[in-house]
Each structure stands twice: as structure tokens, then as C-alpha cells.
């Protein structure tokens, strides 16, 4: 099962349907990938989709992958066992 926490600020407009949207994308990556068998597992995946500006990732891209410009997407991949 797919669990997926979402945040958005400003200037996201709340008229979209953000949580639909990012299920819809988080669904498709993932079975593109060769993981697609976590869609239909009884565990829970949670994943975490954060909309923000250009500022932000400009500085989370260059803090984490020393690259100075904005980016679409970063990913921090993250397993660990329910405990």
C-alpha cells in the first residue's frame, strides 16, 4: 500500500487537487521502476512529496548534490523496517 504525506506552501494554489496528483506521479514512477512489485505489497511504502519554489531546491540541490541551480526533482531514498 502506498501512503503519501504531502506538503505545499505559497505559491501552490489550493484549487488543484495536489494529493491526487502526486499518487497519480508516485504510482507511475514506481512502476516504472524495477520496485513496481511495492505497489501491490501489503506493507506499507510511505513517501514523502514536498512542493516548494525555485529557492528552495536551488539550495537543497546545491547542499545535497553541489550542484548551483534549481532542479524538477530531487529524491532521498530512504528504507528502513517497521519496527
Given at each position: 500500500?502506498?501512503?503519501i504525506?504531502?506538503?505545499?506552501?505559497?505559491?501552490?494554489?489550493?484549487?488543484?487537487?495536489?494529493?491526487?496528483?502526486?499518487?497519480?506521479?508516485?504510482?507511475?514512477?514506481?512502476?516504472?521502476?524495477?520496485?513496481?512489485?511495492?505497489?501491490?505489497?501489503?506493507?506499507?511504502?510511505?513517501?514523502?512529496?514536498?512542493?516548494?519554489?525555485?529557492?528552495?531546491?536551488?539550495?537543497?540541490?546545491?547542499?545535497y548534490?553541489?550542484?548551483?541551480?534549481?532542479?524538477?526533482?530531487?529524491?532521498?531514498?530512504?528504507?528502513?523496517?517497521?519496527l
Open positions: 500500500m502506498i501512503h504525506e504531502l506538503a505545499h506552501e505559497t505559491p501552490w494554489d489550493t484549487a488543484t487537487d495536489w494529493d491526487s496528483l502526486a499518487l497519480r506521479a508516485v504510482r507511475a514512477a514506481i512502476e516504472r521502476t524495477p520496485h513496481g512489485e511495492l505497489l501491490t505489497t501489503p506493507a506499507v511504502v510511505e513517501i514523502s512529496v514536498r512542493l516548494t519554489s525555485d529557492e528552495e531546491v536551488h539550495g537543497l540541490n546545491a547542499q548534490r553541489q550542484k548551483d541551480k534549481p532542479t524538477n526533482v530531487l529524491s532521498f531514498p530512504m528504507v528502513q523496517p517497521d
